[in-house]
C-alpha cells in the first residue's frame, strides 16, 4: 500500500490534471540536472583529456598535433614540478592538521552547557562564510610589515611574514587554518552531540578519568566524523589557489594550483597544462581513495 502511495499520483492533483504521470515529473526534476552536469562539468572534462596529448596553445591559431603521453613524460620528469608538489604536500599536512587540531579543540570545548552557546557558534561560523578573495586581502593587512597588528601584538617589529621565504607558506596555512577550522568545528560538534551521554555516565561510575574517556569513548566514536571531515578539508586544500595567489608571490610558496595557472594563462601551455590537470586529479583521487578506506575500517570498529 505505501509503494502505491509513493509511485501514483492523486487524480485529483494538478499534475494528473495535466496528464503527468509520476514517471514524467520525476524526469521533469532530474533531466535539466543531468544535462547542467553534462554541459559544465563532464564535457570539460572529456574535452580538455583531448587537449592533454596535444601540443595546443589557446595563444595562438595553430592546429593541436597530438603527442601522445609526451606532455605527461615531460610532467612527470620535471623537477620544477615535482617540487610544487612537495610545497603542496607540506601545506596539505599543516593546514588540514591546524584545521583538525584547532576545530575539533573548539568543539571539545562548546560541547557543554555555556551561556549564548547558539550565539557563539555562529559567530565561530562566520570566517568560513567569507570568499577567499576578502580573506586573502583581510589578512594581507594583517600581516603587513608596517601596520599590520600580527607583528604588534607578537612584539615582531617589521617581521615580513609574507616576504619571507620560509614563512610565507606557513602564513598562508594559518590563514587557511583561520578560515576553515569552524567547518571542522561544526562536524565535531554534530559528532559529540551524537555521543551517547550513558557511556560517560558509566565511565564516571567507574571512577574513569577525563583521559580513560577521551581515548576510550570520545575520540573513538568522533573519529569517522574526522575522517570525513580530513576527506573534504585535504581535497580543498590541495585545490588552494586563490588565498595563495592573493597572499603572497614567493616561490617556496607556489602550489601546484597557482604552477597550473601560470602554465595555462601565462605561458599559455594549454596542452600541458591540460596534462598536469589530470595528474594532480589522480593524486587527489588516490590519496582520499586511502582516506576512504581507513574510514571503512574505523567504522567497523
Not at 103 to 123: C, E, H, Q, S, Y
Not at 130 to 136: H, I, R, Y
Not at 143 to 167: Q, R, T
Amino acid at each position: 500500500m505505501a509503494t502505491t502511495m509513493i509511485t501514483t499520483l492523486d487524480r485529483s492533483s494538478r499534475a494528473a490534471a495535466r496528464g503527468l504521470s509520476d514517471i514524467s515529473i520525476r524526469n521533469l526534476f532530474i533531466i535539466p540536472t543531468v544535462l547542467f552536469l553534462i554541459v559544465f562539468n563532464i564535457f570539460p572534462l572529456i574535452y580538455s583529456l583531448g587537449y592533454s596529448f596535444t601540443d595546443f596553445r589557446a595563444s595562438t591559431n595553430a592546429p593541436a598535433n597530438f603527442v601522445g603521453l609526451q606532455n605527461y613524460r615531460d610532467l612527470l620528469n620535471d623537477p620544477f614540478v615535482w617540487n610544487n608538489f612537495a610545497i603542496t604536500a607540506k601545506y596539505v599536512i599543516v593546514s588540514v592538521a591546524g584545521q583538525l587540531f584547532v576545530g575539533f579543540g573548539v568543539a571539545m570545548l562548546l560541547n557543554r552547557d555555556i551561556p549564548l552557546k547558539g550565539l557563539l557558534t555562529t559567530l565561530l561560523l562566520l570566517p568560513m562564510m567569507l570568499s577567499m578573495a576578502v580573506v586573502g586581502l583581510f589578512w594581507k593587512l594583517l600581516y603587513d610589515p608596517s601596520w599590520g597588528v600580527i607583528n604588534y601584538f607578537l612584539g615582531l617589529g617589521n617581521f615580513e611574514w609574507l616576504a619571507d621565504p620560509k614563512m610565507a607558506l606557513y602564513a598562508v596555512a594559518l590563514t587557511d587554518i583561520w578560515m576553515w577550522s569552524p567547518f571542522v568545528m561544526l562536524l565535531s560538534l554534530a559528532g559529540l552531540s551524537a555521543v551517547p551521554k550513558h557511556l560517560y555516565e558509566a565511565a564516571a561510575i567507574d571512577r574513569a578519568g577525563p583521559f580513560y574517556t577521551f581515548f576510550r569513548i570520545t575520540l573513538p566514536l568522533v573519529a569517522p566524523i574526522l575522517m570525513i571531515a580530513v576527506i573534504f578539508r585535504t581535497m580543498e586544500a590541495f585545490k588552494t589557489f586563490d588565498l595563495a595567489y592573493i597572499l603572497t608571490s614567493q616561490p617556496t610558496a607556489e602550489l601546484i594550483s597557482i604552477r597550473l595557472y601560470k602554465m595555462a594563462f601565462q605561458e599559455w601551455q594549454t596542452g600541458r597544462s591540460c596534462a598536469l590537470a589530470y595528474i594532480v586529479l589522480i593524486m587527489v583521487l588516490a590519496i582520499t581513495n586511502i582516506y576512504v578506506k581507513y574510514l571503512n575500517k574505523v567504522k567497523e570498529r
